[in-house]
């Protein structure tokens, strides 16, 4: 059973077109966070949001922590092919962090 | 070094044979954990250590498992008479502390193949 889910689990797109892709859990987290991991190489941390309701905007890149801090979502404006990766979301569970499975991004050029 | 280091980078074994998986944290960095990506797949706990601490090995998937950090630097990630089903990407990261804030650095990670 997973913590996190993430959905969807596989998006391809155009590039220029904007997209949102999600993270839920039915616990709630002290923090959560997103990463992006790229073929061959491990996750990098994109942000962490702590505050139940939180927006962090990263460029092009929105994150938003929901009020219940039990769910988030990435916002991503006028996507490039550079965005192209897996996109993970970790939650803070007791002193270590467990992670969704990810939404596989592709961004056609 | 610059970040965490993984050794080997690929690893191709034989079914029943035991695998040593080593991992060089980032230099000062308190916290060390190890996670297991089967293909396509997210991040699978396995252990975490915490400087002195005895370390958290609920994520084990069994004793076969097995791992050591010396001097609160390196580590070594144990896995004996593997199986095919260990095949994976193994991660390593490190953090400065450990805390909800603690931004994760991973290395490359060591792609496991039981034949």
């Known amino acids: 059973t997973q913590l996190l889910e993430q959905s969807p689990q596989f998006l391809s797109i155009q590039e220029g077109e904007n997209l949102t892709v999600y993270c839920n859990s039915s616990?709630?987290?002290?923090?959560l966070q997103w990463y992006r991991q790229e073929p061959g190489e491990g996750p990098v941390l994109l942000v962490t949001?702590?505050?139940?309701?939180e927006v962090k905007k990263l460029k092009r890149l929105t994150f938003q922590f929901g009020d219940a801090r039990k769910d988030s979502s990435l916002h991503i404006t006028a996507a490039q092919p550079g965005d192209t990766g897996l996109y993970l979301c970790?939650?803070?569970?007791?002193?270590?962090?467990?992670f969704g499975p990810g939404t596989r991004l592709s961004v056609l050029p | 070094g610059a970040g965490v280091s993984q050794s080997p980078s690929n690893k191709v074994t034989e079914k029943g044979k035991d695998v040593e998986l080593r991992c060089d944290p980032i230099?000062?960095?308190?916290?060390l954990y190890w996670y297991r990506q089967s293909l396509g797949q997210g991040l699978e706990f396995l252990i975490y250590f915490q400087g002195n601490s005895a370390p958290d090995k609920s994520g084990l998937p069994s004793d076969r498992f097995s791992a050591e950090r010396t001097g609160g630097s390196v580590s070594t990630l144990t896995i004996q008479r593997t199986q095919q089903e260990d095949s994976a990407v193994y991660l390593c990261?490190?953090?400065?502390?450990?805390?909800?804030?603690?931004?994760?650095?991973f290395g490359s990670g060591t792609q496991l193949s039981v034949l």
């Open positions: 230099s000062g960095h308190t916290a």
């Open positions: 616990s709630v987290f002290s923090s």
């Open positions: 990261a490190s953090s400065l502390v450990s805390g909800i804030n603690e931004k994760l650095f």
């Open positions: 949001v702590v505050t139940g309701g």
């Open positions: 970790a939650g803070a569970y007791g002193q270590n962090f467990v």
